[in-house]
């Protein structure tokens, strides 16, 4: 009995859900002020001023957070590549 | 040619929060700039990555 080739779609679909999860593995690690952040900023698409009355939290430190979340998301994802 | 950016003016760019005039101003460097484009291109989908569906993560945020 041999196994079914999966379709090139099939590919494409499970090489995104891979991504994904990596991706939520990557967030879940993350210290979570910066997952926060980065959620409210791009997940949710809040504007900086939005995130700032939600939290109670300055717009300068919630750039700072996104900033050093998104260095942080990446360097994560490309120690699990 | 303005010279290469800072990765904070970068990031800047690709989160649409720098003002009219530093936009253009990098875009007209991005188009002279292979390092600074392919660096553009990571950030856009580092980011596209966060933007795409989590429902377990969203979930974490409760919104008022």
């Known amino acids: ?81 | 040619m303005m010279s290469c950016p800072t990765d904070d003016v970068l990031r800047r760019f690709a989160d649409v929060t720098l003002s009219a005039e530093q936009t253009e101003r990098l875009a007209a460097h991005l188009a002279h700039c292979e390092r600074c484009r392919a660096e553009d291109a990571r950030l856009r989908i580092l980011i596209g990555d966060v933007k795409a569906p989590f429902p377990e993560q969203v979930g974490l945020i409760s919104l008022p």
């Open chain 1, 1 to 81: 009995m041999s196994a079914a080739i999966p379709s090139p779609t099939q590919i494409d679909r499970l090489l995104v859900e891979e991504r994904q999860r990596r991706v939520r593995d990557a967030l879940s690690r993350l210290p979570a002020s910066m997952r926060e952040a980065l959620l409210l900023r791009y997940a949710e698409g809040l504007a900086y001023d939005e995130m700032a009355a939600v939290l109670g939290t300055g717009e300068s430190t919630l750039r700072s957070r996104v900033h050093h979340g998104l260095r942080l998301l990446r360097s994560l994802l490309e120690k699990t590549q």
